[in-house]
């Protein structure tokens, strides 16, 4: 049997973060290629045949088996295990997105050099900020136009609110990128593009090197002599703590479709990122390191076949080692039992495993008994990790059965789907379940629910659209609802667990409650 310590201390979990087009595929694949996890470049996932007719569930579910396959990527590369964590980013963008980001130790977040920081990285980035994880940006697509490197260290510390340390920076763009500097190992990584083929050099050259006007040209020298300056004096210092702590974000250049500064980021990314850290529970931090197997899950998967109403339980195991064929205690559900068919994914392929370690991430026969955020551990333990938060839909429509006597199969079906996370439904406060309020992260789930009401339940729905457009959990714990001093079109509403929660149709709104009743405290988050 492996040693322990040694397995876990080589993991390394991350998920990669990104607004869709800026480049997460490209660069997953070229990682990936590293690892020699898979043979070519291409084979990440079908983005191709992801466009599809929503209404279409075969196409839906097509696009879900994708999305599964290549949710947990497990390789090797240079001693260490690593675990990628994809972030499902076009249609089917939902809460999963969110969830998984509470699995990863660190996340890599893929900005388009064009655009800089965009809507879907926004929202993600704020998850990861809930967890204090380590974020590494890389910058892409230097081999086309982009914008100037010091505007985008800007904006990524003004609009998402985090230090910068540019760990390479770019000479040039476009046509005209000539490579990247090294800050720390003072060496010029040069690019050279010519008829499509593309030649990397290292060359390790004092900044004032006479020989680097041969290299990159005159101007680019004194660009980057004057850029280097700059930042040398105005940027923040390199800070590991701050790193660890999400506080300092690490910035590389590079192109991932030419495959430039890919593989100098992976080699400094892992040497800077930490193996699987401890979790906060009920009794206090769980050591990694631990000889006791622990985890929790982060994702449900349903099952494919209507026939079976059983689904895929991802749980993130956090500490010591599993073993398949080991009992273990569902903390929530009160019982001991052994995990059914635990299984991995390698690239694309997904396999049974026989024994896997913190850090790792295992999919696990669910016969409908887990729950998001529930505990799994040795059976001699009884701590409960901290739980998963709910996060902020931004679609919202009401819905409610179309014949009046499917009442019970309509509460059972949408409550057994916002269970594993797909929705969250929300009541008029002192109202039964009659209609319902559907919030959703991605629209493409309205589509999922109608769909499996129908085929597993039975349930034709009618679903009207609702204008909301935010939703924000109240966090005052003694307030008097009925009391609040809210806009006409501001709507109080409840979670399952019975939090109250206003639906705004703008952020105006949002502003105008907080304005109008003080000491009211709003949260995205619902924990
Ligand atoms: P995503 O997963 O973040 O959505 O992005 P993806 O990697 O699929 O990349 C989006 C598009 O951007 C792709 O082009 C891809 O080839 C291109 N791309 C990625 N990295 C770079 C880069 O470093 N430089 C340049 N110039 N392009 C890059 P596409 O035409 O939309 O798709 P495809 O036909 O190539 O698959």
Redesign the pocket.
Known sequence: MADLKTEIERRRTFAII????????????KFLLYGGAIALA?SVKG??TAKHAVSDWMEIEKQRGISVTSSVMQFNYEGYCINILDTP??QDFSEDTYRTLMAADSAVM?IDASKGVENQTRKLFKVCLLRDIPIFTFI?????EARDPFDLMEEIENELGIKTYPINWPIGCGKEFKGVYDRHKKEIISFTANNGQHEVEKMEVDINDPRLETLIGEQHRQTLVDDIELLDGASYDFDMDAIRHGKLSPVFF?????N?GVEPFLEDFLKMTTPPLPRDSSEGEVDPFSKDFSAFVFKIQANMNKAHRDRIAFMRICSGRFDKNMEVAHIQGGKNLKLSQPQQIMAQDREIIDEAYAGDIIGVFDPGIFSIGDTISVPSKKFEFAGIPTFAPEHFARIRQKDTLKRKQFVKGTTQIAQEGAIQIFQEPFKGMEEVIVGVVGTLQFDVLEYRLKNEYNVDIIMERLAYQYIRWIENKDIDIKQLNLSSDTKVVQDFKGRFLLLFTDSWNINWALDKNKGLILSEFGR
Do not use: I, Q, W, Y
Request: glycine share 14%.
């Open positions: 990104s607004h869709p087009d800026a480049g997460k595929t490209t660069l997953t694949e291409g983005k191709k980013g076009h893929v892409n697509k230097m081999d086309r590079g192109s991932a479709l030419t430039f």
